[in-house]
């Protein structure tokens, strides 16, 4: 077996699950979860349509990097959404379908990274877990930029010390943020790709979030839209990732892609097609509707804009929360202990959150998740309500 496996840790809901074995939660109460950032909204009908169209497609195998209607309304939908300028984006070249980025995520690291040289892969703390475990499994040691309330919740690229940078090889990033929400902005972004410039490393742009926003004016900037600005028409060094799970309420679907630096995709592309990760036809299908089509992500932000607001309006007379910049998360602080309070959370009012320090790890004698709590907004309006009083009196009543 690869000893590499011994190194990964229980995953964040392992860890709840271990936590709440002990609770009896109360009869009375209908549980309800923000523990999973899994979207709830209703997936659009057209997509769902485009599979079922579509299914007698399986008597094919597909292409590992996928139909070109596909890529081209991938390059399109980046084009238009991150200002590049027209043709700036080769869809033969610089896009790759992918089946849900948490497997590219993972995968990416695979190809990238040379263990022979004592490997460094940088990655916010907190974090998803996805980017610890593709570092250790591709023979990288793990290096942390905590975020804390002081940075922003932000990387400080200025705290990494030289050596470390020299030794990096890989930079997971995401923005915004899964679980603090914060956004980087295209000033830092800039400086990453400057710092990569200099010391000969990649940057991995995890982007899945960048469709919920608040603020309907300002969206969420991405590394291609940093790279744009600086004059990479290449985008060397840069590869993002997107996915229609949030964005079209779609995480069975399966769809996400990867754009970016040609070179990175051609070496990706390799290593995809030895791995056997072909999208379905169907998917790639229903993918292209999805990505060509604006009005349902539009209405999807209004539900979470409302979710957000309301709980937050709630939530704040009794504890230390704001709405995030953008993503479907609130990053509270607790009064005590995170782990004490999700599980006496659980065991009184059946709401079921996840404790920070479950998303990060100690680092440079801290850990920046501790004292905090994810709280994913993905139930119902009504429910998330629910559990917004359910805390409010857990707290009052402490």
Same mark, same amino acid.
């Given at each position: 077996?690869?000893?590499?496996?011994?190194?990964?840790?229980?995953?964040?809901?392992?860890?709840?699950?271990?936590?709440?074995?002990?609770?009896?939660?109360?009869?009375?109460?209908?549980?309800?979860?923000?523990?999973?950032? *899994?979207?709830?909204?209703?997936?659009?009908?057209?997509?769902?349509?485009?599979?079922?169209?579509?299914?007698?497609?399986?008597?094919?195998?597909?292409?590992?990097?996928?139909?070109?209607?596909?890529?081209? $309304?991938?390059?399109?939908?980046?084009?238009?959404?991150?200002?590049?300028?027209?043709?700036?984006?080769?869809?033969?070249?610089?896009?790759?379908?992918?089946?849900?980025?948490?497997?590219?995520?993972? $995968?990416?690291?695979?190809?990238?990274?040379?263990?022979?040289?004592?490997?460094?892969?940088?990655?916010?703390?907190?974090?998803?877990?996805?980017?610890?475990?593709?570092?250790?499994?591709?023979?990288?040691?793990?290096?942390?930029?905590?975020?804390?309330?002081?940075?922003?919740?932000?990387? %400080?690229?200025?705290?990494?010390?030289?050596?470390?940078?020299?030794?990096?090889?890989?930079?997971?990033?995401?923005?915004?943020?899964?679980? /603090?929400?914060?956004?980087?902005?295209?000033?830092?972004?800039?400086?990453?790709?400057?710092?990569?410039?200099?010391?000969?490393?990649?940057?991995? #742009?995890?982007?899945?979030?960048?469709?919920?926003?608040?603020?309907?004016?300002?969206?969420?900037?991405?590394?291609?839209?940093?790279?744009?600005?600086?004059?990479?028409?290449?985008?060397?060094?840069?590869?993002?990732?997107?996915?229609? #799970?949030?964005? #079209?309420?779609?995480?069975?679907?399966?769809?996400?892609?990867?754009?970016?630096?040609?070179?990175?995709?051609?070496?990706?592309?390799?290593?995809?097609?030895?791995?056997?990760?072909?999208?379905?036809?169907?998917?790639?299908?229903?993918?292209?509707?999805?990505?060509?089509?604006?009005?349902?992500? /539009? *209405?999807?932000?209004?539900?979470?804009?409302?979710?957000?607001?309301?709980?937050? *309006?709630?939530?704040?007379?009794?504890?230390?929360?704001?709405?995030?910049?953008?993503?479907?998360?609130?990053?509270?602080?607790?009064?005590? #202990?995170?782990?004490?309070?999700?599980?006496?959370?659980?065991?009184?009012?059946?709401?079921?959150?996840?404790?920070?320090?479950?998303?990060?790890?100690?680092?440079?004698?801290?850990?920046?998740?501790?004292?905090?709590?994810?709280?994913?907004?993905?139930?119902?309006?009504? %429910?998330?309500?629910? $559990?917004?009083?359910?805390?409010? /009196?857990?707290?009052?009543?402490?």
């Amino acid at each position: 077996m690869n000893p590499d496996m011994s190194q990964l840790q229980p995953y964040p809901f392992e860890r709840l699950a271990a936590l709440f074995k002990d609770i009896t939660p109360p009869a009375g109460l209908d549980a309800i979860s923000l523990s999973i950032g *899994e979207p709830r909204h209703a997936t659009p009908g057209f997509i769902t349509e485009e599979v079922i169209t579509h299914l007698h497609g399986l008597s094919r195998y597909p292409l590992t990097r996928g139909q070109p209607e596909l890529r081209a $309304a991938i390059a399109d939908w980046l084009i238009a959404r991150f200002q590049l300028a027209a043709g700036s984006l080769d869809p033969e070249r610089q896009v790759l379908p992918v089946n849900g980025t948490r497997e590219a995520l993972f $995968a990416f690291a695979q190809c990238t990274v040379d263990r022979s040289k004592q490997p460094l892969v940088l990655m916010p703390n907190p974090f998803y877990q996805i980017y610890e475990g593709a570092a250790l499994l591709a023979g990288a040691q793990p290096w942390f930029m905590n975020t804390s309330r002081d940075s922003g919740y932000l990387p %400080d690229l200025d705290a990494v010390p030289e050596d470390v940078w020299q030794r990096c090889q890989l930079v997971y990033i995401c923005s915004p943020g899964n679980p /603090t929400g914060a956004v980087m902005g295209i000033t830092q972004l800039q400086q990453l790709l400057q710092l990569a410039d200099e010391h000969d490393f990649v940057i991995a #742009s995890d982007e899945c979030y960048s469709e919920i926003y608040l603020d309907e004016t300002a969206p969420p900037p991405g590394l291609l839209q940093a790279a744009h600005a600086m004059g990479r028409a290449d985008f060397s060094r840069c590869m993002v990732f997107h996915s229609l #799970s949030k964005r #079209s309420n779609a995480p069975g679907l399966r769809s996400g892609f990867v754009a970016g630096d040609a070179a990175l995709i051609a070496n990706f592309l390799r290593y995809r097609t030895y791995h056997g990760c072909a999208m379905p036809p169907a998917t790639q299908a229903a993918s292209i509707c999805a990505w060509r089509d604006e009005a349902h992500v /539009t *209405e999807n932000r209004s539900l979470y804009r409302e979710k957000i607001r309301a709980v937050v *309006e709630i939530l704040s007379p009794v504890m230390e929360v704001g709405a995030p910049d953008a993503g479907f998360y609130l990053w509270p602080r607790t009064p005590g #202990s995170d782990t004490g309070f999700a599980h006496d959370l659980q065991a009184q009012q059946r709401v079921a959150v996840l404790p920070g320090s479950y998303l990060s790890r100690p680092f440079a004698g801290s850990n920046p998740g501790a004292n905090h709590a994810r709280l994913a907004l993905v139930a119902p309006l009504e %429910d998330c309500l629910a $559990a917004a009083m359910r805390i409010r /009196t857990f707290l009052v009543g402490r």
